[in-house]
């Protein structure tokens, strides 16, 4: 099994910039795929970004590409997700997650099957 536990939210002006971070406990996930999600008030889930196993291919959301990074540090057992250039439309409950299979990779973030209970984004205007 493995644990995730977000950090990093926070209230944060309209173009300002937070970093979020994911660690994984339980077992290594250096050999796995992790994403972001994201929950706001009232609406549902929605992927954010994904990085393979070796941090050599990502994913974004177009809502989010050019101002999100992620990446990752698998001797940290962490992955990161920048955030830059915040609106008030990116407020929500961000999820980190990761996939159960080994050096597979799914963009769009299909087969997560580990998640954590969210870190709070809260972006003012």
């Known amino acids: 099994q493995v644990q995730l536990v977000e950090s990093g939210g926070g209230l944060v002006q309209a173009g300002g910039s937070l970093r979020l971070s994911c660690a994984a406990s339980?077992?290594?996930?250096?050999?796995?795929?992790m994403g972001w999600f994201r929950q706001a008030p009232g609406k549902e889930r929605e992927f954010v970004a994904t990085?393979?196993?070796?941090?050599?291919?990502?994913s974004y959301a177009d809502s989010v590409k050019g101002r999100f990074t992620i990446s990752r540090d698998n001797a940290k057992n962490t992955v990161y997700l920048q955030m830059n250039s915040l609106k008030p439309e990116d407020t929500a409950v961000y999820y980190c997650?990761?996939?159960?299979?080994?050096?597979?990779?799914?963009?769009?973030?299909?087969?997560?099957?580990?998640w954590g209970k969210g870190t709070r984004v809260t972006v003012s205007s």
């Open positions: 990085i393979n196993w070796s941090g050599g291919s990502t």
């Open positions: 339980g077992r290594t996930v250096s050999r796995n795929a």
């Open positions: 997650a990761a996939d159960s299979r080994s050096y597979t990779y799914s963009p769009g973030g299909d087969d997560m099957d580990y």
